[in-house]
């Protein structure tokens, strides 16, 4: 019996160590799983992105649509706009009022309103809200609570380093609250036209009511480009903060915009900001001068690197296909062609006459392969309280289109030249008068008007002359005694 027990007693102890190995390999295979589970996921989330870029390529590209219009390359950006910051001119449209996430690139309106609601000097003071609100992985330049810099640097704080908590701090500033500056930021969006946009914060930090298209972001990359200091500060590739009595680091800022950097070279770079969340993807918005064009250039949704070879793609197709037309220069539809009779010293309306003219200024956006003659266009005199400021002596707007596309507009202008000032018009200025058919309706007008007077005195005199035998026999007699000096009257 005892032999039994043994045996018995070594079978149950072998059973319990097997089930103890059976459970440490589960619970390893368990934790292996629980390991390589996320990273495998993560790998799958990668690739899928990088699929999902490849059918964003194939998406329509609806400036493509307009007959005669250069034709538009593909881009894996799921949205993008290339708009002529001058004349609003829009020559790429991809999907540009699809409402989505911004990420950093939402700091150009953080910046826009600082530069026009505060003082280069104002003091940016850092709360514990506005150190503490943001993830710590977020961008960050390593402000502390109770810091102090001027607004100055806080512009290149966000628009260099992409600083959450400095955005933040610049909002304090000029909103009074964060809220209180988000409220401005959509107030302004509105202002400025936008109808796809809603902002929830001043950094661009994920928040699903936190969105714009790339044709409003347009919009205000318009007002923001056209500030100069901003587009110095926008346009800064490295940034050196010095040690101050309420900022001890000294430290540098160096802009992922390889645009901005020069790690992809390209002429005419006004500034730019990059932007990035996990659901928004890459954003990118970039500026552009020359040949006398400005080109604002976003794309929304990309993947890196492609963000920035997008970007240089539709930069090159923009000013490879397009022109800048002044329209003094070229239109001759709507204003006589040859007019030396009336640019003459002595013209009928001598110099103090009162002329119209087109704006010197005006331009207009036009495929290089068309000219003026191929584009549509119609008058207002609906001139708005911002027009009329602007160009006082303007009494009408042409607004110009090239098959339905709107590509700029001119201004015809009342102009007095004033002839005790010495004040002439350029040789080379065209000009546009009255149409000499209201010359001769009017010449015929005053003929008309001398004839009528004539008959009336005429008919006044016959009446005054005697009209009976006796009244005329006396009407002799007096003269001939007037001519005798006999009578004196």
């Known amino acids: 019996m005892e032999v039994l027990y043994d045996k018995h007693g070594m079978n149950f102890i072998n059973s319990k160590k097997n089930f103890n190995l059976i459970y440490r390999i589960l619970a390893l295979s368990l934790a292996v799983f629980l390991i390589v589970s996320p990273i495998l996921s993560l790998q799958s989330y990668a690739v899928d992105y990088q699929e999902q870029a490849l059918l964003q390529k194939e998406l329509p590209i609806q400036s493509n649509e307009t007959p005669q219009w250069p034709h538009g390359p593909e881009i894996t950006a799921e949205a993008a706009i290339v708009m002529e910051a001058n004349t609003g001119t829009i020559l790429y449209a991809k999907n540009i009022h699809e409402e989505l996430y911004p990420a950093s690139t939402t700091k150009i309106m953080t910046c826009l309103l600082a530069v026009e609601n505060a003082s280069l000097s104002d003091e940016v003071k850092f709360s514990n809200e506005a150190v503490f609100s943001i993830p710590r992985d977020g961008s960050n330049i390593g402000m502390d609570v109770g ?106 800022l160096n802009n992922k915009h390889k645009l901005i950097s020069g790690e992809i070279a390209y002429d005419g770079i006004l500034g730019g900001k990059t932007g990035y969340t996990e659901l928004a993807r890459e954003t990118l918005v970039t500026c552009a001068e020359k040949d006398s064009m400005k080109l604002i250039c976003i794309v929304f949704k990309d993947e890196s690197p492609t963000q920035f070879t997008d970007t240089v793609t539709l930069f090159d197709y923009g000013f490879n296909n397009f022109q800048s037309v002044n329209v003094k220069d070229e239109e001759v539809r709507y204003m006589p062609d040859d007019s030396l009779f009336f640019e003459s010293d002595n013209d009928v309306f001598g110099k103090s006459g009162t002329i119209l003219k087109l704006d010197r200024d005006s331009r207009i956006i036009i495929p290089k392969t068309s000219s003026v003659k191929d584009t549509s266009y119609e008058f207002a005199y609906d001139l708005t309280e911002e027009e009329k400021s602007k160009r006082p002596d303007a009494i009408s707007r042409v607004d110009y289109n090239f098959h339905g ?23 080379t200025s065209r000009t546009m008068y009255v149409n000499v058919i209201y010359l001769f309706i009017l010449a015929f007008a005053v003929l008309l008007l001398f004839t009528i007077l004539g008959l009336i005195i005429s008919a006044i005199t016959d009446h005054r002359r005697p009209s009976s035998r006796s009244d005329r026999l006396r009407y002799n007699r007096r003269r001939k005694e007037f001519k005798q000096k006999k009578t004196k009257f």
């Open 147 to 252: 810091q102090s810099i001027t607004l100055e640097q806080a512009l290149y704080g966000i628009m260099v380093g992409s600083a959450n908590e400095v955005a933040n701090a610049v909002g304090e500033l000029v909103g009074g609250t964060i809220d209180g500056f988000v409220d401005m930021m959509n107030d302004r969006a509105e202002e400025l036209g936008c109808t796809n946009t809603h902002f929830a914060n001043t950094n661009g930090l994920q928040d699903k009511n936190h969105y714009t298209s790339v044709y409003d972001l347009a919009l205000i990359s318009k007002a923001f480009f056209s500030n100069e200091l901003l587009c110095k500060v926008g346009n800064t590739p490295r940034y050196h903060f010095t040690p101050t009595a309420t900022q001890p680091d000294d430290f540098y």
């Open 405 to 427: 596309v709107p590509i700029g507009k001119a201004y015809i202008c009342y102009n007095k030249v004033a002839e005790s000032k010495g004040t002439e018009a350029p040789a």
